[in-house]
């Protein structure tokens, strides 16, 4: 493989980035609607709040699927990167304040069947998504599908934290575990966050590590 990419991979890549991002934005839509109403029938806030962390993930999904539209999207890496930045610190706030209101005001969270299938099929859906647009975005040199890819992952995690909490919570009654495990994650889109702002440098470390392997190929 050459150190620099053909314009038509690149064409493909920029195309398979764009294909990836339209399905997170579709299937968080309707994730955000679907546990937002079952949160509200079992009075959970961990599902309202997997909900409105969707559609963090739509907007961060937005930014880089609009960045892909561009003539040049590069030109338009550092800007997006601060968009999927904002949407980690959002994610982060969130969920820290959704937590901290769960294990102070201890609400009685009924047992949402609708939400555990909800929150399983997540648990599978988001990863998959996050690898493919992590492994393409790595291929292509873009930070800011590296980043989505992250803040997808993130988002899958969450989803396995909010999954555990509404089984034990419905087992045993342990309506504290998602809550603490919400905070463990809010620290960790902190730190993506943080990354992401500081993207500007990012996309070339991004373009240095691919222009590596490539010249250790050729040696």
Not at 31 to 43: L, P
Not at 65 to 84: C, Y
């Amino acid at each position: 493989m050459s150190a620099t990419l053909t314009d038509a991979r690149r064409a493909t890549l920029q195309r398979r980035v764009r294909w990836i991002v339209v399905a997170t934005i579709v299937y968080n839509l309707v994730e955000a609607v679907v546990a937002i109403a079952a949160g509200s029938i079992a009075s959970s806030a961990a599902l309202i709040g997997f909900g409105l962390d969707s559609t963090v993930e739509v907007a961060s999904a937005a930014a880089v699927a609009w960045q892909f539209t561009r003539r040049d999207p590069e030109r338009w890496e550092k800007p997006t990167l601060r968009v999927i930045a904002v949407a980690f610190f959002a994610l982060a706030a969130y969920v820290t304040a959704s937590s901290l209101i769960a294990l102070r005001t201890q609400v009685d969270v009924e047992h949402s069947p609708v939400g555990i299938v909800l929150t399983a099929v997540s648990v599978v859906v988001m990863p998959f998504l996050s690898f493919a647009e992590r492994r393409a975005g790595t291929e292509l040199g873009s930070a800011t599908a590296v980043a989505d890819s992250r803040q997808t992952l993130i988002c899958a995690y969450l989803s396995g934290a909010v999954l555990v909490g509404l089984v034990l919570n419905s087992l045993f009654g342990w309506w504290w575990v998602d809550a603490i495990a919400g905070l463990v994650i809010a620290a960790f889109a902190v730190r993506e966050g943080i990354e992401a702002w500081r993207g500007d440098a990012c996309a070339t470390s991004v373009g240095m590590l691919l222009e590596e392997g490539h010249d250790a190929d050729h040696h």
